[in-house]
């Protein structure tokens, strides 16, 4: 059974910085991806950040409004993916999911099949 466990959300003031965790349980990363997620109140579900397990190496994908700022990662050794933000922005406040299962479409939501209880970011200004 696989399981996603994020930790690292909070407050802050504009401009600083967090880094969110997903510790994943159950699952195999090669060839897959794991992504993040936000959601603000009365918005949909937005990718983030993705990052993909390939033998030739790890590519990543981001989302516009956070190219520059957020950077995704992730420790084999600990089955964590780490999603860095820099330079936060109040518009940056919202419900932050980490997902795992797709082997495509990394950004898009609907494709993952597996998904973590989320952290929330609020960022203040």
């Known amino acids: 059974q696989v399981q996603l466990v994020e930790s690292g959300g909070g407050s802050v003031q504009a401009g600083e910085s967090l880094r969110l965790s997903c510790t994943t349980f159950?699952?195999?990363?090669?060839?897959?991806?794991v992504g993040w997620f936000r959601q603000a109140p009365g918005k949909e579900r937005e990718g983030v950040a993705a990052?993909?397990?390939?033998?030739?190496?790890?590519?990543?994908a981001y989302a516009d409004s956070v190219k520059g700022r957020f950077t995704i990662s992730q420790d084999n050794a600990k089955n964590t993916v780490y999603l860095q933000m820099n330079s936060l922005k109040p518009e940056d406040t919202a419900m932050y999911y980490c997902?795992?299962?797709?082997?495509?479409?990394?950004?898009?939501?609907?494709?993952?099949?597996?998904w973590g209880q989320g952290t929330q970011v609020t960022v203040s200004s």
């Open positions: 990052i993909k397990t390939t033998v030739g190496g790890t590519p990543t």
């Open positions: 997902a795992a299962g797709p082997a495509g479409g990394c950004l898009s939501a609907v494709q993952y099949n597996f």
């Open positions: 159950g699952y195999t990363y090669t060839g897959k991806c």
